[in-house]
């Protein structure tokens, strides 16, 4: 995804580059650019239509290098998680000996191998 944002840049960038100076040729006086069939308010357009899709890229390549991060981040928090069986978590009730009141607990078993 992150090379994918960075290639639409980059080819944005060129395309961007190649309107630009067209239309400042035009400007100078000159009529051989490669647009000889498109007006210099289109040209204009182009621009504008090639620097928001370079914008566009950089936002989905930021995006994507920042759902690596959270991936990253949420992988080496889960790599301690223990997945065994050996874990086990069963309810405890006991009665008080002493005011006959019920206790009710959780306890947790571990066991290593």
């Known amino acids: 995804g992150i090379a994918t944002g960075v290639y639409f ?3 944005n ?14 400007l100078a006086g000159f009529t051989d650019d490669e ?3 498109i007006s210099t308010d289109r040209l204009i357009d182009a621009q504008r239509t090639a620097q928001k899709n370079k914008d566009v890229s950089i936002i989905v ?5 920042l759902v690596n991060i959270v991936d990253a981040n949420v992988d080496a928090h889960l790599k301690q998680f223990n ?3 050996d874990l ?3 309810p405890n ?16 078993k571990y066991h290593l191998k």
């Open 9 to 11: 840049y980059i080819d």
């Open 13 to 26: 960038d060129n395309d961007y580059d190649r309107f630009r100076d067209a239309y400042k040729r035009r």
């Open 35 to 37: 647009f000889q069939g």
């Open 61 to 65: 390549a930021l995006a994507f290098y």
């Open 83 to 85: 997945v065994s069986d």
């Open 88 to 90: 086990s978590l069963q």
């Open 93 to 108: 009730f006991e009665l008080n000996r002493i005011d006959s009141h019920p206790n009710y607990g959780i306890s947790l």
